[in-house]
């Protein structure tokens, strides 16, 4: 009994020291991507195992960059401004996501029901994958100018604290 | 006590091998697949489990379908000739997929190293995304045609 006590006395001590210590500003998890520092750790390995980087992978980290700014906006001391802007800028970016990925979804399907049929035309599915490759890239260019787009709505001196603040917990 | 215990843990392993060989020869049945057979549903089928088909499904496929020749080429009375031809086909798919994720990795290094920059180079950056999408779709043409190329010596 007396060692059950104690050991559940250990672990609420090691949770609390746990949460004060990591107590923080801002949530790390939320702003590790903070001006462009999660591509310091983009996953080589699933490109390496997928062959191609699936627009997916791009996209993550924009999103994960893009919210991350809202989510310090305390931290980073955003103005009313760049607030408002950051928000049309990532409304924005969604709505190119789920336009692009539909059409990449669509234009996805109807390639492999073009390869599901025994004898299929090639020029018809060279055609398909043409498209594909246009859309794929409009979508992950779009997506990567609007992370640019809005890393520029900081100052020079938030984009800095904002580094500063990612870095060690990287 | 301690009897229990091992007995426990040496029932558990054996239960978790029968599952693990149980599993690995359903993977082997699955592993054959011949012309359209291997593309039925998989677009539909991947979109409901992940959201997006990425080109790797197709890449994936695409070999799967090429290997499947190569390992049945007795079972589909292919005579040397075509026998060596599925071999090629096969052989060079992989190296261009090889190929290809080598490109794919140093490009995309390059775009992330890019986009690390405090103020990225949009121009760069497209460059980037068009040698990444170029690699990629050419790619995936070329394993259609080699697809195309091995169904068609498959019918003779």
């Not at chain 1, 006590?5 to 500003?25: Q, R, Y």
């Not at chain 1, 997928?50 to 627009?55: I, L």
């Not at chain 1, 996209?59 to 802007?85: S, T, V």
Request: hydrophobic residues 45%; glycine residues 4%.
């Amino acid at each position: 009994m007396r060692s059950i006590i104690i050991s559940l006395l250990v672990s609420v001590t090691v949770i609390m020291s746990g949460i004060f210590v990591n107590a923080s500003p801002v949530s790390k998890k939320k702003v590790k991507c903070l001006a462009g520092m999660c591509w310091r750790d983009l996953d080589m390995k699933k490109i390496e195992e997928q062959g191609c980087p699936a627009p997916m992978i791009i996209i993550n980290n924009i999103l994960r960059e893009m919210n991350g700014y809202l989510a310090a906006d305390k931290f980073l001391d955003l103005k009313p401004d760049q607030k408002k802007e950051l928000r049309m800028l990532r409304h924005r970016c969604h709505r190119k996501i789920i336009k692009g990925k539909s059409l990449l979804n669509l234009l996805s399907i109807n390639l492999l029901d073009d390869m599901a049929t025994n004898e299929f035309s090639v020029s018809e599915v060279d055609d398909l994958i043409s498209q594909l490759r246009k859309a794929c890239s409009q979508l992950v260019f779009g997506v990567i100018q609007d992370a640019i787009d809005a890393r520029m709505i900081l100052t020079p001196e938030q984009r800095k604290k904002a580094r500063d603040f990612v870095e060690p917990i990287r | 006590m301690k009897r229990i215990t091992i007995v426990t843990a040496l029932s558990l392993l054996i239960a978790w091998s029968i599952c693990a060989v149980k599993a690995m020869a359903q993977e082997e049945v699955n592993d054959v697949c011949f012309k359209a057979e291997c593309w039925k549903e998989e677009g539909l089928t991947r979109l409901a489990t992940t959201g997006c088909p990425t080109p790797t499904l197709f890449i994936k496929t695409a070999l799967r379908e090429l290997k499947s020749y190569v390992k049945a080429a007795d079972d589909l009375g292919l005579n040397a000739m075509q026998k060596a031809k599925v071999q090629k086909i096969y052989d060079q798919a992989n190296m261009l997929v090889i190929k290809a994720q080598g490109q794919l990795q140093s490009i995309t290094k390059l775009l992330a190293q890019e986009m690390v920059k405090d103020v990225p180079n949009k121009n760069r950056i497209k460059g980037f995304v068009d040698e990444i999408e170029d690699v990629c779709w050419n790619t995936i043409s070329a394993l259609a045609k080699d697809i195309h190329e091995a169904r068609s010596l498959i019918k003779k």
